[in-house]
């Protein structure tokens, strides 16, 4: 999933969406927030809530491939970045 480069409270519902259509087909997913250069809290509540459902199946995994400073600034901020285990994919 290739996330926007705006995640805003009008982005956070259909994100949310996509994150849940992905654990309830079992799949694993992919998120690249490289291009993301405005992320409010309520689309990194989403993705924090995401990456802890997927934990919690015990089946494919909620990662990572790439995020933007700008995303990983805002995950810091909310003391989010362990548990969205993004510090490695700074792009």
């Known amino acids: 999933m290739v996330l926007p480069a705006i995640l805003d409270l009008p982005a956070a519902a259909p994100l949310l969406k996509d994150c849940q259509a992905a654990l309830a087909r079992g799949e694993g997913l992919v998120i690249d927030a490289a291009q993301v250069g405005k992320v409010t809290t309520p689309c990194l509540q989403v993705l924090a809530s995401a990456k802890r459902a997927f934990a919690i199946t015990g089946g494919p995994a909620m990662q990572f ?27």
């Open 65 to 91: 491939s790439a995020v933007s400073p700008a995303f990983a600034e805002a995950a810091r901020g909310l003391k989010l970045d362990g548990l969205l285990e993004i510090e490695k994919d700074i792009a």
